[in-house]
């Protein structure tokens, strides 16, 4: 049996022995939120998209090597050595496609008396009891770990034609995403994670996955919730009305600059030339006043924070005009993202802070691209970068 997961997460493939593993054949139905190809006879051809694709990675994954706490600890480190100090943190409480069998909460607090960074985790919960049972243990881990919130998807990725759109593919006429976010079930466990000190945050990249998740939101704040508590993650493609719509809402977009380096060859083509106007759009976001927080979406694309700034600014050349001034971009990956995980400036505390080797204001966005932290300080103590060297690259 054999399964390959894209690298976003959100689509896999598995040959014939690894479909009959899985017990996926031409009767199998199409699962909620998911769906598996098929060719002209309606039997499953092996591409399986969002939860499909989970069908596939629950009967295989213990033919994966594990992920253990060694791995979690050199991997934080690696992160500091970019100039890190805090992470927002996602993980499942059973089970996750990066992890190989076991859960990825276990690992997490395996490994937390050791981590290095701060870890503030969201949480992949198929309930509210299971959320308030990793709150639990997250608050108790002994290490720089603590819970963030709930994390739920509301669609998939735009590489594999699951983000959820209004209207069709530019390059897939027929294809329009996968709407994943059921209300009722996102209610129960946003007041579950709201109820527990935490915050609300939903995946959603194509602009009906966002509507609806902005749906949600609104809801929310109608009944009482504070806006600062919700996030979207992505926040990709928007039409204009919901880009000030997150300004009014003052629901935070937690953005992924990274996203338009690896896209670049095949953006416009996918999204077409009108809605590209509006994918991505840091600039109108921040102009509606809508909160924004920068990240990498790693291991989706490379965590380094520089880059990421670099990226913020000159947009990789696409749609420039929606790019970030220096001050902007480098409060993106700083006080804004430290906002977005409850994090504030505390002067009298040790101190949490990156030295780097050149300005990140003033430097061009060439320059950040090879740029280095030359040291990260948490909690008043220098992280040692030993065998992070490969992240550097």
């Not at 509210?128 to 639990?136: N, Q």
Request: charge should be negative; proline fraction near 7%; hydrophobic fraction near 45%.
């Amino acid at each position: 049996p054999v399964l390959l997961m894209r690298y976003c997460g959100h689509v896999a493939v598995a040959n014939t022995r690894g479909l009959e593993a899985a017990g996926v054949g031409a009767t199998t139905p199409d699962p909620v939120g998911g769906s598996f190809d098929r060719d002209e006879a309606g039997v499953p051809n092996g591409i399986a998209r969002e939860t499909a694709a989970e069908i596939l990675s629950g009967a295989l994954r213990g033919a994966a090597p594990p992920i253990n706490a060694e791995d979690v600890v050199a991997a934080a480190t690696a992160l500091a050595s970019l100039g890190i100090t805090a992470i927002g943190g996602i993980v499942g409480t059973t089970t996750g496609c990066w992890a190989g069998p076991g859960s990825e909460l276990d690992v997490l607090l395996a490994a937390a008396p050791d981590l290095p960074i701060r870890v503030a985790t969201f949480v992949i919960a198929p309930g509210p009891e299971e959320l308030r049972r990793a709150a639990e243990l997250l608050e108790g881990s002994g290490g720089p770990v603590g819970f963030a919130g709930v994390k739920m998807f509301g669609d998939g990725s735009l590489g594999g034609h699951t983000a959820a759109m209004l209207e069709p593919y530019a390059d897939a006429p027929r294809e329009r995403g996968t709407l994943r976010l059921d209300r009722d079930h996102a209610a129960l466990l946003a007041d579950a994670a709201l109820d527990l000190g935490g915050r609300v945050a939903i995946h959603a990249i194509g602009d009906a996955a966002n509507r609806r998740a902005l749906d949600v939101m609104e809801s929310l704040i109608e009944r009482g919730a504070d806006p600062a508590r919700l996030r979207i993650e992505h926040a990709s493609v928007l039409g204009e009305p919901d880009i000030e719509r997150f300004g009014r809402l003052g629901v935070t977009a937690s953005v992924q600059p990274a996203f338009l380096a690896s896209e670049t060859s095949w953006l416009e083509s996918r999204v077409g030339p009108d809605r590209l106007r509006h994918t991505y759009p840091f600039r109108s976001l921040h102009r509606a006043g809508a909160p924004l927080a920068g990240g990498s979406d790693c291991p989706v694309e490379p965590p380094n924070p520089l880059a990421g700034i670099a990226a913020a600014r000159d947009r990789c050349g696409i749609v420039p005009e929606q790019g970030l001034d220096g001050d902007q971009a480098l409060a993106l990956f700083t006080d804004w993202a430290a906002r977005s995980i409850g994090t504030t400036a505390d002067f009298e505390s040790r101190a949490d802070f990156t030295v780097l080797d050149r300005d990140p204001v003033t430097a061009s966005p060439a320059d950040l691209r090879t740029a280095r932290a030359v040291a990260t300080v948490v909690g008043g103590e220098t992280i040692r970068f030993e065998g992070a060297a490969a992240w550097q690259a």
